[in-house]
């Protein structure tokens, strides 16, 4: 998407509608990727998708899994999704702020191109 400098600011109605939009893409790949930790310690550890669900989201959430992997498997797994995770965070919080720092960004900029 082109962005004119010429063009002013987006109006509060269409800058929430762009926001929501990040929002969904941003819960989308935190919903794949929880997805991805269920599946992974559910079919490698043999936890219940209860137990599977409590690893993930607690890894996702940066305090580390509750349930020990026992299996090599698992904790090849448990390592690398800790990892993913902690890039997840950050490439989450870039979709998230990006919006807002462009739309900062444009206000404060566009009376520099007014004539």
């Given at each position: 998407?082109?962005?004119r400098?010429?063009?002013?600011?987006?109006?509060?109605?269409?800058?929430?509608?762009?926001?929501?939009?990040?929002?969904?893409?941003?819960?989308?790949?935190?919903?794949?990727?929880?997805?991805?930790?269920?599946?992974?310690?559910?079919?490698?550890e043999?936890?219940?998708?209860?137990?599977?669900?409590?690893?993930?989201?607690?890894?996702?959430?940066?305090?580390?899994?509750?349930?020990?992997?026992?299996?090599?498997?698992?904790?090849?797994?448990?390592?690398?999704?800790?990892?993913?995770?902690?890039?997840?965070?950050?490439?989450?919080?870039?979709?998230?702020?990006?919006?807002?720092?462009?739309?900062?960004?444009?206000?404060?900029?566009?009376?520099?191109?007014?004539?």
């Amino acid at each position: 998407m082109a962005f004119r400098k010429s063009k002013p600011p987006l109006p509060p109605m269409a800058f929430a509608r762009r926001l929501s939009a990040f929002f969904a893409v941003a819960l989308g790949l935190l919903a794949a990727s929880l997805g991805l930790g269920i599946v992974g310690y559910h079919e490698l550890e043999g936890l219940s998708y209860l137990d599977s669900f409590l690893n993930a989201s607690m890894l996702l959430g940066g305090m580390g899994p509750v349930d020990l992997p026992k299996t090599d498997g698992g904790k090849l797994f448990a390592g690398l999704y800790a990892l993913y995770s902690g890039l997840l965070f950050l490439v989450l919080t870039a979709i998230l702020l990006a919006p807002v720092f462009h739309h900062v960004l444009r206000r404060f900029h566009f009376e520099d191109f007014d004539d």
